[in-house]
Nanobody, 122 residues
């Protein structure tokens, strides 16, 4: 499975962006991560195959929302009320199985996208 992330760009603080991640085939658990310069990769969102389960860290909870269209094999991340500290390269990830907390939080996915840069100006 290949993943292609898109939708990043420059936005002012308080603005919104929607990221997309197109998968070349069927996937199960999917997630978003980000990595800011000089920092470790950070878990951003998890979504189960049917979309019924989503999880977010406190840093983005209530502002970011993951969704997916399985018919189109596409994952989305709606990002609202963006802050300068949200600036990072965002990566999508996918697994061919349902993941538990430890796996989805620590990034134990089978496939990763190439990343899309989000820059939030103050």
């Amino acid at each position: 499975v290949q993943l292609q992330a898109s939708g990043g760009g420059l936005v002012q603080a308080g603005g919104s962006l929607r990221l997309s991640c197109a998968a070349s085939g069927r996937t199960y658990s999917m997630g978003w991560f980000r990595q800011a310069p000089g920092k470790e990769r950070e878990f951003v969102a998890y979504i189960s195959r049917n979309g019924g389960d989503t999880y977010y860290p406190d840093s983005v909870k209530g502002r970011f929302f993951a969704s997916r269209d399985n018919a189109q094999n596409t994952l989305y991340l709606q990002m609202n009320r963006l802050k300068p500290e949200d600036t990072a390269v965002y990566y999508c990830a996918a697994s061919l199985r349902n993941l538990g907390y430890y796996d989805y939080y620590y990034g134990r996915y089978d496939y990763w996208g190439q990343g899309t840069l989000v820059t939030v100006s103050s």
